[in-house]
């Protein structure tokens, strides 16, 4: 047998730190995939002179890795990724230049040193909000509480092995109908372009496998409560992270994170 072949060069710069960054998702940029955020994200890397880490071998690649992306076709104001670099850097001037470096509609809202442990782990539900321009408060909140009085609700949907059954209801810690304004001063994305004061749904879900999504409840509302709308409700992730079950609230994933930082 003859020698294992060995790439030729120089070793790649050891790892020295590695940061969690938040970004959200707004406008148009909600239609994007998860590999167009990808290919954005690795040029604005470049181009804000990140000084990343990459693998070894014949095709190195630099050292990112991506945490539950929400689905193509939705808003959302928390979106994970970590990357690990070769020299130490300062976490503002990192979040500036990555966010100058981005398309509009992608905007990294913060930047921290990743504390012991996977980001992963701490992702444990997501809070959504379903903002409708044609349906009323009322009916919402009809709607709401018929899908909640049910025990299970079953959904199919297609995946790359086939059709595939499964219960949404389980997944569901809270569902509830309130008028925009009791977010839109946190998140004013959230409210359809030009729809003022509306309607909406706001759910927190379990993260489960298979991943429940707002699509899925939709489904099941329409199934079990006969939920019609003439336009597609904006869909909006507020938060994912940790799950507070006294309160049914999603906590913040990256406090860890900053406690350890010092900040």
Known sequence: MGRPRVPEGPAPERAVQKLRVRYAKRGRLRFSSTRDFQRALERALRRADVPMAFSA???????ISYANAAPTGTASESEYFEISVTRRVDLDAVRTALDAALPEGIDILQVVEA??????????????VLAFRDVELDRLAEVAATFLAQERVEVTRTFKTGPR????????????AAMSDTVTDAAPQVVPSGAGRCAILRLVVRHTTPAVRPDDILTALRAVADLE?????????LAQGPLKDATVRVADPLAADEKADGS
Do not use: I, Y
């Open 57 to 63: 071998g014949f095709h190195p690649h630099p050292k």
């Open 115 to 128: 504390a012991p442990g996977a980001l992963a782990d701490r992702l444990q539900a997501s809070d959504w």
């Open 165 to 176: 059954t499964f219960d949404v209801r389980s997944a569901v810690l809270f569902l509830g």
């Open 229 to 237: 709308s003439l336009t597609p409700p904006l869909v909006t992730r």
